[in-house]
């Protein structure tokens, strides 16, 4: 038996931490919880949780089949709560989906034209990279909760005023 | 003065450690503590600051690994560093407002490679054999104190995990396994060591990439001592694992992320110029803040955690928020 018990959260299972204000404002602190805000998201909703100017975390609740994303701009996911599985296909023409320069992911209309790269099958704790140039989707079965780095984009959803504490 | 130009002393025959100078500075230890004496501008006189010998290794391992790190180092709530990136500011009470108020603070400014020669020269003498600054205090126990005994260069030298890109890759940094030399720490024996199902199409070999990272991290054989897991231009994902206490409080020059991925660190958030208490956050799973870039903070992890610092690398921020040109808060809602 391990002397020690790692705790993680999930989507079923979080306690959301606290702010003890001495002499600041709580907003300061831009304070939230990945699966308290994934488990109020709808499915594939890119919530940002972190924002470093241009640059972002976003909270994503794995739900059913995404919609087909890419990025000018390598990505990367990872799992914290469920199993995900990523499909990836190597665009023929990116530019003509993420024109050269765009910032975060946009959504790729229809199926994406381009060759099979294949398949990961993700579960928690695991990360996966999001090449640039490649169209991307999830799959999860079952309620899931990914974290995702990128860049601020189109479908980016900013809500600090409901995920965090005031 | 150039990398080589350590100046240091003998070794006393009553402790068997070296003491060292740098500029108005000097560094002394003996079996228990460490002692950092300089000028009081004010009177000229010498002022001297006492830290326990461990805490101060442990800290200066910290900023000799991080490269000065972005911003201040504070040894504790009188001493440390600023990184001007490629130069140093050391200083003694400077944002400690009693000791600023009464002249008696100093700060002195040095080309990098010297302060880095001259930190690294004092912990490879006073770390003794069997002490791992960077180790838990569970796991490293009382080496530390005593006479000089030895090395330990092994573990004083530990190269900072970086990545290009993410581990795994071809060419890039390597995963960590029984065989690399990283078994996984006493406190994480119960995580997962499964790995994700990449099916990767001929070709497609070095793009279509996965890794545990919670594997990873629970294989990482220090504490407080982020590596670089994942980069999307200069966004860098830091993850690390924590136990016990940060060594240092580390003051921004610019805003750093939290995002809490195991068990509960407490925050401590002071003011960066002078200490003040602000608040008190206590991160659980799946909990993220933000760290403002007027603060310092210090954490503390009663049991070892895994944190995800994210970074920041632009090289132009410190001014950029220095000047005002950027919030200080990054959010406002």
Known sequence: ??????????????????I???????KNFAFSNVFDVASKSAPYEKVVVARNL?????????????????ADHDEFVIVMDGAVEVELVKLDNPAEVALPGTNGAVMVRGEPAGKRMGRILLGRGHQAL???????????????????????GALSVEKWADICYR | MNANTIITTAPSKLTGYCEFQLGNFSFSRDEYFVYVRWPAPATGTQTTHVMSADAF???MMRDVAWGFFYGQVNFDAVFGTTNLYGQVEVYAGAFNPAYASNKLALKETFDTPIVMATFKAILDDWTNKGFDPFAAPEETGTAWLGQKNGHNREAIDRARATCRRMPGLKGDAPLRTDDSGYPVNRA?????????VVMAEPGFENEVSAFNLFKFLSRSDVTWNPSITSVCKESLFCPTTEEYILPIKHGNDRVEWFLQL????????????????RAKLTMRPGDVACMPADIRHQGFSHKRSML???ENANPELPKLYASGKLPINPIAF
């Open chain 1, 1 to 18: 038996m391990s002397a020690y018990t790692t705790r993680f959260g999930s989507l079923r299972n979080f306690q959301k931490g606290e």
């Open chain 1, 20 to 26: 003890e204000i001495i002499s600041d404002n709580p």
């Open chain 1, 54 to 70: 241009q640059y972002v975390i976003e909270a994503i609740r794995a739900e059913g089949t995404s919609a087909w994303y890419a």
């Open chain 1, 130 to 152: 999001l090449p640039k140039g490649a169209a991307y989707r999830f799959r999860a079965e079952q309620p899931g909760c990914m974290i995702q780095q990128g860049i601020f």
């Open chain 2, 57 to 59: 290794l442990r800290a």
């Open chain 2, 188 to 196: 994480f024996r119960d995580v997962s060591q499964d790995e994700p």
């Open chain 2, 262 to 277: 195991s068990d509960e660190i407490t925050w401590d958030v002071e003011s960066k110029e002078t200490g003040m208490p």
């Open chain 2, 308 to 310: 995800l610092v994210w």
